[in-house]
């Protein structure tokens, strides 16, 4: 697939502006674990998954860390471009979760497009907006949904991603994922073990009841 | 002042869109506690605040309410218009806190603006970006601070919102703004009374340490 299938405004650019696209945008290769993006130290510009699987998270002083939402293949990441936008005044970072091979759209010429059309503007602002309902969702858990529901949902996620009932993740991972605890994951964890929907051994977790994991990630245990 | 004045792509308009959006455009009174903007069952627009204070916030279906961000005079409330944009996933709802005095710009007429023009798309962006930033501060704060330097945080905001020590508000309503519950706040006002930062009284409650209260607000107890 060429670029030019991945950008929905193409047909509407001109020919000069669809030239300058050609011209300026790389591919970029990231190995699994590689932090693409990192803060506010660069503003590389939107990033198209071609291949693979991102994670936009955010993070504190001390060193925790939230996952904000993950980018699949055909997604753009737009978070990485914040340069471009004097309001998005925050902090991400976006790592590689499997091998990726992206294209990196620098910042200027993405920027030079957005001045000049409106379908690359709106476009644009859709993908924010996106983002944003990603953020919200987060929130709306954190804010209104017990743990035991976020960390069973994470789980089937996580399953559903992997197309497998053995998950190969950490519980301090799961912890970053969720924005708690290491020890608060690892007593849900065996707590959901003593109901009988999760096997926990070293590094790896298996679900047993997909089911009920599924059902307490829709309603919660209380 | 007149509503070419609060837009700042106004002159980027043509003639024609600029007649579009003052016909389109309509002075709009809301009391004081009056739900402007109640989740997905509107979409009534952009609202750019004249007069007042909005209050723009979350609700969960159990009745609990998060403020997510306020507006003053001269902002711009984006998500009333979430209908625009087919990506902006979410329900909030948009609270009058003072008396308002609001222009509301109907959704389609700025829609359409939005889909001609490059410099109104841009503008759009631009407030998404910025109300987004308010969403990921207050989730900053309640993954990675603590709530006795949100709660002075708050207290210090509202005495400088209202230019007096003195704050009129009930320790439920602390709660909803900080998506905590009553009884957590109500713990948290005795230990700032105990630590002489407050004086409590029945729906009112006093800052006489607006120091120590600014300094938990940006380091917290612990």
New interface residues.
Partial sequence: MEICDYLPFWSKLTQEQQQTLERGVALYHASKGEIVHNGSEDCIGPLIVVKGQLRVY?Y???G?E?TLYRLFERDVCILSAYCM??????DISVQAEKDCVLYRIPAPVYKKL?????P???Y??????????D??????Q???KHLDSRLAAFLVNESELNDSLQLKITHEEIAHHL?SAREVVTRMLKYFQNEHMVEIARGCITITDLKKLTQVAQDSLR
């Fill in positions: 955010s504190s002083d001390d925790r939230v936008l004097n309001s998005l005044q925050f957005m001045q000049e059309s409106a690359v503007a709106n644009t602002t859709e993908l924010i907006a996106s983002s944003f309902s953020v919200m969702w987060l929130l709306d954190i804010l209104y924005g």
